[in-house]
């Protein structure tokens, strides 16, 4: 199973880079995973939509779509495209170190 090291940790994940045991997460992580994803920083608008990418996948066992995202986050779907410009619930997903959400490709 392949592995990543973030914050000196190596945590293991999928072939695309997605966390498999999201527990192994955590915050110090999330902005060298976002950097990796050309976010230069965290704002409080990601950390928001992170913990709740965290929250849904708790609760459901799945990250939210965009759709969902937009609907119930807080955030409606445009800021989301500029706060996640390469896809939200995906790069949302990878930065919150959650599986990538069902229904992403």
């Given amino acids: 199973m392949p592995t990543a090291t973030y ?8 072939d695309e880079g997605f966390f498999t045991d999201p527990d192994r997460w955590t915050e110090p992580m999330a902005g060298q995973i976002a950097r990796e994803a050309g976010i230069e920083a965290l704002t409080e608008q990601h950390w928001k ?13 799945t990250g939210p779509t965009v759709r969902v995202l937009g609907k119930t986050s807080g955030v409606s779907v445009k800021e989301l495209y500029q706060l996640f410009p390469k896809g939200p ?16 490709i």
Avoid: L
């Avoid at 939509?49 to 066992?61: L, N, P």
């Fill in 89 to 104: 619930a995906k790069t949302a997903a990878k930065v919150a170190g959650i599986p990538k959400p069902r229904g992403c």
């Fill in 7 to 14: 914050a000196d940790t190596t945590v293991p994940v999928d």
């Fill in 49 to 61: 939509v992170i913990r709740f990418m965290r929250a849904e996948y708790a609760a459901k066992g």
